[in-house]
């Protein structure tokens, strides 16, 4: 039976400690990620989702960047302990005001920031301390493992959400993704690595850090291309998926029927996306990676292709695989290529700039929507996204980087 298992989970230890406590985090995630929006709407309307919505993301524009650093200088197990707790905290406190009825909008959004703030210490973080948990050449496979239980809670996520929802409520279930917390930080608080943490205190250290990470950023020749396909993936292409794309299916499929198929579809493709990651390593990641972006950023135009939703479905599905791979790529790319004591200060820019920008997509999607027609702005995403991973694509450092070899 364990003979089936990846070789990054028999023989790593450490990493199976942390993947132990992820996978049970992971899964409450995509549940609470499916109930928050039905426990905003129970109490307020579409624009009180929306200002909680930004309330979680904002916080990685702001505080990824400095929390990468901190990472790095102060222990990454360490901090993502801090966060686990606090995300725990988050999460009971707003499961009990939900429970008890005295839960309102203002309360949530506030709420919504410190989980989105606690976040955005934990992802860094948790990219630097995969390669202190495996040997350098199943990094890859560590981050594929990882993927592959993410994108399985995002199918099974909502099914355990519905049925939740069915049978408590809202509340009931945000509790059970704060108890999820509480399982990680206790698998992490055993876990020993040797620590890689940078030198320096203060607010000197801290600046010196911040400016150390950018020029490490600078210095590679391949993350500044590639940033920049991520920015124009997540502010043109997401909120199409996030925003624009339940909108057409209200208006031209079945509505929330048709979304949850196409839904599913993403889902399942990213779960055979993070399978073939687990075990395809290629010579030249980023140029696989930046092809598949190209996919991926086509999912704009899937959406608003007029397929039906068995066709949208099925371009999903591929577009699944597409995300999963490029996503693995990209992140293993960093961790192999980074300075030890630099990972989680570099991977804060690529949270900050990437998902920390979202917002402002999400912000203009529905009046350029409203102004040129869904189906319209939906295309146009997906033009800028492939046109700037095609630029990324194009840049000699993204298309000859070849992975390190392992002694």
Same mark, same amino acid.
């Given at each position: ?72 200088? +102060? ?13 725990? +905290? ?28 606690? &976040? ?31 994108? /399985? ?31 990680? /930080? ?16 203060? &607010? ?7 400016? &150390? ?77 930046? /092809? ?43 961790? &192999?290529? +980074? ?6 200060? +570099? ?61």
């Amino acid at each position: 039976m364990t003979g089936a298992l990846p070789a990054v989970l028999r023989e790593e230890p450490r990493f199976r400690l942390l993947f132990l406590g992820q996978a049970l985090s992971m899964l409450g995630d995509r549940i609470s990620f499916v109930v928050i929006p039905f426990a905003v709407l129970s109490i307020g309307g579409i624009a009180d989702l929306g200002l909680v919505t930004a309330a979680a993301t904002l916080p990685f524009l702001l505080v990824a960047i400095p929390g990468g650093s901190i990472s790095d200088r +102060v222990g990454r197990r360490e901090v993502m302990v801090v966060a686990d707790l606090s995300r725990a +905290v988050v999460q009971m406190t707003m499961a009990v005001l939900l429970i008890s009825g005295s839960a309102e909008i203002w309360m949530l959004a506030v709420l919504a920031a410190a989980f989105g703030t606690a &976040e955005s210490f934990f992802g860094p973080a948790m990219n630097g301390l995969v390669p202190q948990t495996v040997a350098p050449d199943r990094v890859q496979q560590a981050n594929g493992v990882l993927g592959l239980t993410s994108n /399985a809670g995002m199918v099974a996520g909502p099914t355990i959400a519905g049925l939740l929802l069915a049978v408590t409520g809202p509340g009931e279930a945000i509790g059970l993704d704060a108890l999820t917390f509480l399982v990680s /930080a206790a698998c992490l608080s055993r876990l020993r690595v040797v620590r890689v943490a940078a030198d320096g205190d203060g &607010e000197a250290g801290m600046l010196e850090a911040l400016r &150390e990470g950018w020029a490490v950023v600078r210095g590679t020749g391949w993350m500044l291309p590639g940033l920049r396909a991520l920015v124009a993936y997540h502010v043109c292409v997401l909120p199409s998926i996030f925003v624009l794309g339940p909108a057409l299916a209200i208006r031209d499929l079945s509505g929330a029927t048709s979304w949850a198929a196409i839904t599913a579809g993403f889902g399942v493709g990213a779960v055979i996306g993070s399978a073939i990651a687990i075990r395809y390593r290629p010579a030249r990641p980023l140029r696989v990676a930046f /092809a598949a972006m190209l996919l991926a950023s086509m999912q704009g135009a899937f959406v608003a292709s007029g397929l039906g939703t068995a066709g949208i479905a099925a371009l999903e599905l591929l577009a699944g695989i597409a995300v999963s791979l490029q996503y693995t790529l990209w992140e293993s790319t960093i961790q &192999e290529q +980074v300075p030890p004591d630099a990972t989680a200060r +570099v991977a804060a820019y690529d949270w900050g700039v990437s998902v920390g920008l979202m917002p402002v997509g999400v912000a203009v999607a529905g009046p350029i929507a409203a102004a040129i027609g869904l189906a319209t702005t939906m295309r146009w995403g997906s033009a800028i996204g492939v046109a700037m991973a095609l630029a990324a694509l194009a840049h000699p450092a993204v298309r000859g980087l070849r992975r390190p070899s392992v002694v």
